[in-house]
């Protein structure tokens, strides 16, 4: 695929289709996330200009079976693989 036929990506973007941030065509293309200087996998939903990603805690859940989420600031990269 070229960079033409991939939509840019948000500065805000969450995997939860329920989220006012989530967008359907981003996910069509794989996405890689770098926080830090090192890739991550582990992250549900990123915000660049602001600095932080929400990463699952453990194996926790919240009432309604969702993993619990952290919020952890610094240099967040996305980028198209």
Do not use: Q
Request: neutral net charge; hydrophobic residues 35%.
């Amino acid at each position: 695929m070229t960079d033409a036929t991939r939509p840019e990506l948000p500065d805000h973007l969450s995997i939860d289709p329920r989220s006012p941030h989530h967008v359907a065509a981003v996910f069509e293309h794989d996405i890689g996330i770098r926080f830090n200087g090192k890739e991550r996998f582990d992250v549900e939903e990123y915000c660049v200009s602001e600095g932080w990603v929400k990463v699952p805690h453990g194996k926790a859940l919240d009432r309604k079976g969702k993993p619990l989420l952290i919020k952890i600031k610094g240099t967040v990269e996305a980028y198209y693989r």
